[in-house]
């Protein structure tokens, strides 16, 4: 089966930082670009980073350049978020998604807040 | 950056009606234009890719339209499984995706 499934998830105060991963199974991991999509309470889709199937290509929601990295590992199938200096605006769930848009994770919540 | 601008924000319909949603890009996007479907509490489900392409499993009801600068979403006959959160998604741009604001079907 086709899967992908979020962890890392968690209650951190702001200026704090954690490391989001998403696990991948039943399809070529490495022949995949990836995404990080997240959404805020009660509000839209907000599109967060992307990484190439090498990671040679990476890019960046202006809104969290500077403080998020994305990374991939693709021995293991996982793809990573590490977010730093965290605020408040970045709580959300937080989703990763296939290239091709037709596969997402259930998602995992990130609370920032003291 | 690429913009993309939904309307209306909230549709109220019955069961049987015919539905249009329109989605509006700043900037030329050819027709990489996707639409998706999201219920509460789950990830967003993959409708139609390249602005008119259904997605395989998609019922035949959704149909999408449009190029360059403007897109719509058909419901040809809303079903009670379709009240949901509708929203566009521009992937022109290079390893970035922009997504409109939803539009809520009630």
């Known amino acids: 089966e086709v899967q992908l499934v979020e962890s890392g998830g968690g209650l951190v105060k702001p200026g704090g930082s954690l490391r989001l991963s998403c696990a991948a199974s039943g399809f070529i991991f490495s022949g995949y670009s990836m995404n990080w999509v997240r959404q805020a309470p009660g509000k839209g889709l907000e599109w967060v980073a992307s990484i190439s199937t090498t990671s040679t290509y990476i890019n960046y929601a202006d809104s969290v350049k500077g403080r998020f990295t994305i990374s991939r590992d693709n021995a293991k199938n996982s793809l990573h978020l590490q977010m730093n200096s965290l605020r408040a605006e970045d709580t959300a769930i937080y989703f990763c998604a296939r290239e091709d848009k037709d596969v997402w994770g259930q998602g995992t919540t990130v609370t920032v807040a003291s | 950056d690429i913009q993309m601008t939904q309307s209306p924000s909230t549709l109220s319909a019955s069961v049987g009606d015919r539905v249009t949603i329109t989605c509006r890009a700043s900037q030329s996007i050819s027709s990489w234009l996707a639409w998706y479907q999201q219920k509460p509490g789950k990830a967003p489900k993959l409708l139609i890719y390249k602005a008119s392409s259904l997605q395989s499993g998609v019922p035949s009801r959704f149909s999408g339209s449009g190029s360059g600068t403007e897109f719509t979403l058909t419901i040809s006959s809303l079903q009670p499984d379709d009240f949901a959160t509708y929203y566009c998604?521009?992937?022109?741009?290079?390893?970035?995706?922009?997504f409109g604001q939803g539009t809520k079907v009630e």
């Open positions: 998604q521009q992937y022109n741009g290079y390893f970035m995706w922009t």
